[in-house]
Structure formats: structure tokens, C-alpha cells
């Protein structure tokens, strides 16, 4: 049984891990020279319903790189506007050691490698086609899974953005993104907000040198500072171009929000340099990422693949998709949970057995339906769902879905006859 994983960020690796437990020979396809896509700028975890998502992934014995970002978490446990308990992996340090973990759960890696086409025997993809450095490559498998992302190209960010402002996806260095849904023949779904198309990111990272002593301090021990912002300094109408749906709220756009994530992670899609230089502290502000954080942010959203509750995609037979392809989900927890199902139903569909549906009395079934469904409206087609605010978090308290109680969400589990599935 071989598997081939096409995008290493987390939905891939999750999706690499879960089917290498399933007995499969995996090969993990990654464009750049790191794995972890966006998931090199993000860090923040289990804030809100992402406790629960993570906990009854655990249960289901899908939580290996929950763990392995809650050991690697410079903060657990903290508030700040809108989210509790969030813990915030160490962005400089996580992807070594994921990629560590990988090879030695027995998935082979393949950095360096861009998949610019498919090879197609009737409904299925027999091979993927690209170049590793300028070599060409040709890779045979039984089952593939899509976890491209929907980042860019430079192309996209300069029609629907702000253009290209060097984000660490690097499209210019390693080439734009190529998903494999649509070189397959599929029609790809794209996000659209009235007249926006895509989604702005919506966060950056300062350098933590370049900022006051005393917010250095206070974001080294407390992993949050809140600056307020005079009403002349705020940006009107940023929250409304947001990727992160989640941080839409007003404490965002009245005060200057930064978590410690090993960088000092500025909670706005961008902000102007002279401006931000002008409040307190941040005098001496320089981006991290993305370099011109002063302009824009990268546009996400922009190719998911049509696919079921099992995560396969429609009209490929032997083609699955994660996170960020497989629709308006937004987050690292959300990529791993999608990843993991994909996964393990790429093996199942191998065996030939049925492809696992989680129940939607768990919040992570629920999120997979219900983005699919919401995602044939127009008006569902302008939102982002996240276990971690805004419209899904929304429907999982009315749902009596969230929960922190660690031994109520096993119970749960237990009782949709889950527990530990992936690990089986
Ligand atoms: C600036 C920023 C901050 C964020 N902060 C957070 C946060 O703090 N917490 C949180 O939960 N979420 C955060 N998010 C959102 C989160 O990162 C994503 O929703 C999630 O990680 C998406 O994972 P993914 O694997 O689906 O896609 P991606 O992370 O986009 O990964 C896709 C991968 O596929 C590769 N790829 C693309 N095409 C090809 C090809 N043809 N061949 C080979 N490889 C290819 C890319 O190089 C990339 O590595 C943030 C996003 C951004 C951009």
C-alpha cells in the first residue's frame, strides 16, 4: 500500500502520520526546503473549542502532534481577547523536531519537490509529476492526498491583496503553489465575501529585538500584551478582510495585540511601519514575517477541492484532501484533525473498506459536515469556520459541543465508538 501526501504543512504531516499507522508506505511531497506551511508563522493551539477538537483527537488516538506542540509550547494556558487556554508553540523551533518525528514514526520525506502535474489512468491519479531542485520526478502510488494549502501564488496576493509581501511560503524562491485536486480535472471552490475573493491572513511577526524592553518582558512572561491604540492610530476595516474570522472583534482593531510565540506574533493582518513606529515600544518595530508585514499578508482560500465527510475528493477515486483544500477551515488544529482522517481513510479506501465518517456528535465531525454543507451557500461561502471562535465555535456552545473536561470528551468519544480508531 504506498501513499503519497502532496504539501507538507500540518494537514500533510497529519495526514502522513495517520496513514503510515495504518500500515501504508508514505511518502510526504513538500514544495520548500521545511515542512509546516503556514504553520512556520502561526503557533496558537487549544484556545477555545480547539481544547475539545484536540482532546477528541487524542481519544481517538490521532493525538501524536498535539502532544508533540504542547511539549514544544513556550505558554499553556492563557487568555487573551476573545480565547482562553490557548497554549502558543515555539514557531523557530517546531519544525525540526515535527519533521524528526515524522521520519521516525517511518514516513519518508521529500523537501525540495514541486508537483506541477498528475498522471490519470480513468477516474484515479496514477502518478504525480514535478521537480526536485531542477531534477524531474515521477511518483506511483495507490491512494494521494491533496494538502496543498490554498496560499498564493504571487499572482493571486497581487489580484485579490495587497500583492506579494514575501511571505515565508517563499513562492518566488520554491515556486507558487500547485494543487493536485485541479490538475486532476476537478473544479476547485473559491472563498468570496462580496467583493472579496480570498482571504487576507491575519496576523505577522515582529522581531522581539526590535521592540521596547518592558514589552519584551511582559510578552516573555505573561505569552500576551495588549497595547492600546490611540483612535488615529487604528486601522478602519481591517477585521472585515481577515482570513482569521475568530480575531474579527473589536478589542483586535482597538488595541495592538502581541503573543509570544517565539517571534512576537502581532494579531493584525498587517499594519502600516511608520504608523506602528509611532506608538510606545515600537519604535524600532521591524518584520519578521512576512517581511513586508508594513503592506498585506498572503490571500488564502483560493482553491478548495469539492469532497465528502470522509475527505475524499469528488470525481478522483483514489484522491483525498486536508485542511486549508478541504474548505473554509482556518487553523493548525483543524489541518491536523482533517489531515488525520485523510489519512486513514487513503488506507481504508486501499483495503477497499469503508471510509470513516465521524460522528457529528463530536466537534470534529460536526466541522467537517457542516463546512461542507455551509460551503454551498453564497453566504457560507464568505465565512471561515475554526473550532476557535466566530460561527463554529458559536454552534458547538449551542451544541453543548465544547467542553474542557478532559474525561467527559473521552466519554464522548467512547460512546460515538471512536475511541482510539486511529490508532488501531
Ligand atoms: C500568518 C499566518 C498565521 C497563522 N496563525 C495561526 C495560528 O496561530 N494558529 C492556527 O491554528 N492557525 C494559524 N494560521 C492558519 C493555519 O496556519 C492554517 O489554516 C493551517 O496550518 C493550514 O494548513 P495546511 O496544511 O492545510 O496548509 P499550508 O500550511 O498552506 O500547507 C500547504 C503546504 O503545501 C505545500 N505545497 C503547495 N503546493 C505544492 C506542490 N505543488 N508540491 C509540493 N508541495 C506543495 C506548501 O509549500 C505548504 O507547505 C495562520 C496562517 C497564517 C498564514
Known amino acids: 500500500m504506498k501513499v503519497i501526501v502532496v504539501g507538507g504543512g500540518w494537514a500533510g504531516c497529519a495526514a502522513s502520520l495517520a496513514a503510515c499507522k495504518q500500515g501504508a508506505e508514505v511518502l510526504l511531497i513538500e514544495r ?10 502561526g503557533g496558537i493551539m487549544r484556545n477555545n473549542g480547539r481544547f475539545t477538537a484536540a482532546e477528541e483527537m487524542i481519544a481517538m488516538g490521532g493525538g501524536d502532534l498535539f502532544r508533540l506542540t504542547d511539549q514544544n509550547s513556550l505558554h499553556r494556558n492563557i487568555d487573551f481577547p476573545g480565547h ?49 531542485n531542477k531534477e524531474e520526478v515521477h511518483f506511483e502510488a495507490d491512494a494521494f492526498i491533496d494538502t496543498t494549502g490554498t496560499a498564493g501564488p504571487p499572482a493571486n496576493c497581487n489580484k485579490y491583496g495587497n500583492g506579494c509581501v514575501m511571505c515565508v511560503l517563499r513562492c518566488h524562491s520554491f ?39 518592558d514589552i519584551v518582558r511582559e510578552l516573555n512572561r505573561d505569552g500576551v500584551v495588549v497595547v492600546p491604540l490611540p483612535e488615529s492610530g487604528r486601522l478602519a476595516g481591517k477585521l472585515a478582510i481577515k482570513a482569521c474570522q475568530q480575531y474579527a472583534i473589536a478589542e483586535f482593531e482597538k488595541n495592538i495585540v502581541l503573543l509570544n510565540t517565539g517571534h512576537a506574533k502581532l494579531m493584525s493582518p498587517f499594519f502600516p511601519l511608520e504608523a506602528l513606529r509611532k506608538i510606545p515600544g515600537f519604535e524600532h518595530a521591524r518584520y519578521e514575517d512576512p517581511y513586508a508585514g508594513g503592506l498585506g499578508n498572503s490571500v488564502r482560500y483560493l482553491g478548495m477541492a469539492p469532497r465528502d465527510d470522509g475527505l475524499q475528493v469528488e470525481g478522483v477515486a483514489n484522491l483525498f484532501c486536508a485542511g486549508e483544500k478541504a474548505g473554509l477551515l482556518v487553523g493548525h488544529t483543524e489541518a491536523i484533525c482533517t489531515g488525520t482522517l485523510a489519512g486513514y481513510n487513503a488506507v481504508r479506501s486501499i483495503r477497499r473498506e469503508p471510509l470513516l465518517v465521524i460522528s457529528d456528535s463530536l466537534a470534529v465531525g460536526d466541522a467537517v459536515s457542516q463546512v461542507r454543507l455551509r460551503m454551498k451557500t453564497s453566504e457560507g461561502l ?11 465555535f458559536d454552534r458547538m456552545l449551542e451544541r453543548k459541543l465544547y467542553s474542557t473536561d478532559v474525561q467527559q470528551i473521552e466519554k464522548r468519544v467512547e460512546a460515538a465508538g471512536l475511541a482510539g480508531v486511529f490508532a488501531q
Open 32 to 41: 520548500t526546503d521545511m515542512l509546516l506551511g503556514t504553520g512556520l508563522v
Open 84 to 132: 482562553r487556554h490557548a497554549s502558543l508553540y515555539n514557531v523557530a523551533t517546531m519544525e525540526p523536531i515535527l519533521k524528526n518525528f515524522l521520519l521516525l514514526s517511518g514516513v519518508a520525506v521529500k523537501p525540495s519537490t514541486r508537483i506541477t502535474d498528475v498522471e490519470m489512468q480513468a477516474d484515479r491519479i496514477k502518478a504525480v509529476i514535478g521537480k526536485c
Open 175 to 213: 515556486g507558487g503553489r500547485v494543487g493536485l485536486a485541479a490538475k486532476a480535472g476537478v473544479k476547485e471552490i473559491v472563498g468570496q465575501k462580496g467583493p472579496q475573493t480570498g482571504a487576507m491572513s491575519g496576523s505577522c511577526k515582529l522581531l522581539k529585538e526590535s521592540l521596547s524592553a
Open 382 to 392: 464568505g465565512l471561515k469556520y475554526t473550532f476557535s471562535g466566530s460561527v463554529f
